[in-house]
Structure formats: structure tokens, C-alpha cells
Nanobody
């Protein structure tokens, strides 16, 4: 299973970015997907998660500014980030709970990260 994240970059405070993550490989079903970020010197943080039924959860630090969504047909996960702040600077990783076969338990996979830098 591969998770390819893209869309990171450098923006000024108040700006917006859209991250994407494409899942591929031996996938029978994806139970949930999410975005995790890691900033230098800080503890990693699961910031947004979406389940197969569409239920979403957000960390308080991004609630109201970030929106997670998923294109099931394209097996693509998105993160729309608005009103970005310097404290959002981090490497953002895509997570997925993937079932690789019928009756198999889901396993968690994490892809490579994409850097987001917010500074003036």
C-alpha cells in the first residue's frame, strides 16, 4: 500500500493550501483516512480524520480552518487549509486504515510527508 501526499509549499499567514493524498496498491477497502503533522521539536498531532461513512473529526488546533474530504472513486484524500498560521508549519503525512483482503483486519499505513511552511 502506498500513500502519496502532495500539495505542500510555502505561504504567508492567512493563506490557503490544498493537500492531496492518493492511495494505491493492495487495497480491498479503506476504513478511515487522516492527516497527521509533525513540527520540529513538537509532538506529532493527528489533525483530521474521516471514516468510510463520512464522519469527520478535527483537532482543536485546526477546527474551523481545515476541511478533510475524500474522493472514494479516486482513492484520494484532501485537506483544505485556510487561514494558515505560522504554527501550522510542519510536515504533513497521510494515514489510512487499510483492509488488504476480505475478512482481514485493517492495518494502518502512513505515507511520505509534504512540507507546509507558513511565514511572512
Amino acid at each position: 500500500v502506498q500513500l502519496q501526499a502532495s500539495g505542500g509549499g510555502s505561504v504567508q499567514p492567512g493563506g490557503s493550501l490544498r493537500l492531496s493524498c492518493v492511495a494505491s496498491g493492495n487495497i480491498f477497502d479503506i476504513k478511515a483516512m487522516g492527516w497527521y503533522r509533525q513540527a520540529p521539536g513538537k509532538q506529532g498531532e493527528l489533525i483530521a480524520r474521516i471514516r468510510s461513512g463520512g464522519d469527520t473529526n478535527y483537532a482543536d488546533s485546526v477546527k474551523g480552518r481545515f476541511t478533510i474530504s475524500r474522493d472514494y472513486a479516486r482513492m484520494t484524500l484532501y485537506l483544505d487549509m485556510n487561514d494558515l498560521k505560522p504554527e501550522d508549519t510542519a510536515v504533513y503525512y497521510c494515514d489510512a486504515d487499510v483492509q488488504t483482503g476480505y475478512g482481514e483486519p485493517p492495518y494502518e499505513f502512513r505515507g511520505q510527508g509534504t512540507q507546509v511552511t507558513v511565514s511572512s
